[in-house]
């Protein structure tokens, strides 16, 4: 795995110790980020099920701001900080979450809800293993009259998963406006409506 483009464009990064984890592709990766290409300079991104940190890292390249990466396995945490160092990203643009995903979300929903700053992101990638139960995680970005979005007003949630594995067509007020498949892999774009 390397980083495609921007600032770390070509630094290999390492890889998991096991086949457990499935990095996503150098060419989806960089399929994923031609489409997002005008959203990520300043972007704020959340990592989730972050793995080896490659989307994240990709992000920082191209200009995000700052990036959570959330990973519920404490050595892909100390993989994931591990390929931040040889990136050498500075500690103020990232920060690494040993965390469950809806866990996690559901802290993020009672920080925003209190008006504190740092539960909306502009870019949330998240990506599962193919096996996983997506709904507990995707129905945390549910907007409804009663919820607060973890997305900004023009934040994009993407999920990649298998492409034969039914995704909703919109949680709540938050729509699938796109998807892409590559292989056996499907990314699928959502935005608040």
């Not at 940190?53 to 396995?73: D, K, M, P």
Request: with cysteine; hydrophobic share 40%.
């Amino acid at each position: 795995m390397r980083v495609i483009a921007g600032e770390y464009r070509g630094r290999t990064l390492k890889s998991p110790p096991s086949l457990d984890v499935r990095p996503t592709a150098d060419r989806l990766r960089e399929t994923l980020f031609n489409v997002l290409a005008p959203r990520i300079v300043d972007a704020r991104c959340l990592d989730l099920c972050a793995g080896t940190g490659a989307i994240g890292i990709e992000a920082l390249s191209r200009g995000a701001s700052f990036v959570t990466f959330v990973e519920r396995s404490r050595k892909m945490c100390a993989l994931v900080e591990e390929n931040l160092d040889l990136c050498r990203v500075e500690e103020e643009r990232s920060e690494v979450v040993m965390s469950d995903a809806a866990d996690f979300l559901r802290r993020a929903h009672r920080k925003s809800a209190a008006g504190k700053e740092g539960g909306i992101w502009d870019v949330v990638f998240y990506d599962p293993p193919y096996a996983s139960d997506y709904l507990p995680v995707l129905g945390e970005f549910r907007v409804g009259e009663d919820a607060t979005s973890l997305l900004k007003p023009d934040g994009v949630l993407i999920v990649e998963h298998h492409h034969k594995k039914p995704l909703p067509e919109s949680l709540g007020d938050v729509r699938r406006w796109r998807v892409i498949k590559q292989g056996d892999a499907a990314l699928s774009f959502y935005q608040a409506a």
